[in-house]
């Protein structure tokens, strides 16, 4: 199998660190510079017509994209360790917390970093810094509800870790290195504890 990644980017992040927590070596990694529109090039766009990474190339040649769906199939491939979900109960409570953080937290730092930082102009044309800023207000928001939901849970999804916590890991991490957003700098103790306890994971250090 092949990976279509990129460097710092957090999508394709998700997935390697998905697959760190399952042990599932020998996946061949193809990155792209973003910045420099390889993803757009004809023979990747045959690939991806969306010219987006992560996708996973299978071996019998199709091609998976959109990180949730990545993911499903890598659970399927490789039970254990659960990461989504035993049972449909189990799985739709861990669905839905993961789809929050990618939808309010994730979406919040990608769109503020796009228009407001002038590294990633080229990926956004035209930048609309009001907009982003905008995104970025809403981001943390959402970074202060998830502060109180961990002052009484471990994880992201409840007691034990998941995919919610890689996609909230990831979201972080993208705003800590193109926003210098640090939680405890701004009075999160708890999401902060938390993203220090992930960071320490074999997989947050994974390469992609």
């Known amino acids: ?34 910045l420099q529109g390889l993803q757009r090039g004809s023979e990747f766009l045959q690939k991806n017509p969306f010219g987006r990474v992560p996708a996973l190339e299978l071996d019998d040649g199709r091609i998976l994209t959109e990180t949730r769906a990545i993911c499903s199939w890598l659970e399927g491939l490789v039970a254990e360790p659960n990461l989504m979900g035993e049972g449909y109960d189990e799985h739709a409570f861990i669905e839905m917390a993961d789809r ?8 919040g730092i990608a769109d ?67 926003l210098k957003f640090r939680p405890g700098e701004e009075g999160m103790a708890h999401l902060q504890a938390w993203r220090d306890r992930i960071a320490a994971r074999p997989s947050a250090q994974a390469q992609y």
């Open 1 to 34: 199998m092949k990976l279509y990644s990129a460097p710092r980017a957090p999508n394709p992040r998700r997935v390697v660190m998905f697959m760190a927590e399952k042990g599932i070596t020998g996946v061949e990694m193809v990155s792209f510079d973003l």
């Open 100 to 107: 929050r953080v990618e939808l309010h937290l994730l979406s």
């Open 112 to 178: 503020c970093a796009r228009h407001t930082h002038p590294a990633l102009a080229p990926l956004e044309r035209p930048q609309f810094p009001e907009y982003g800023a905008a995104q970025g207000e809403k981001m943390r928001a959402t970074a202060r509800w998830l502060d109180q939901q961990l002052a009484q849970q471990p994880f992201i999804a409840g007691q034990r870790f998941t995919i919610a916590d890689i996609t909230a890991f990831c979201a972080l991490e993208f705003g800590r290195g193109l």
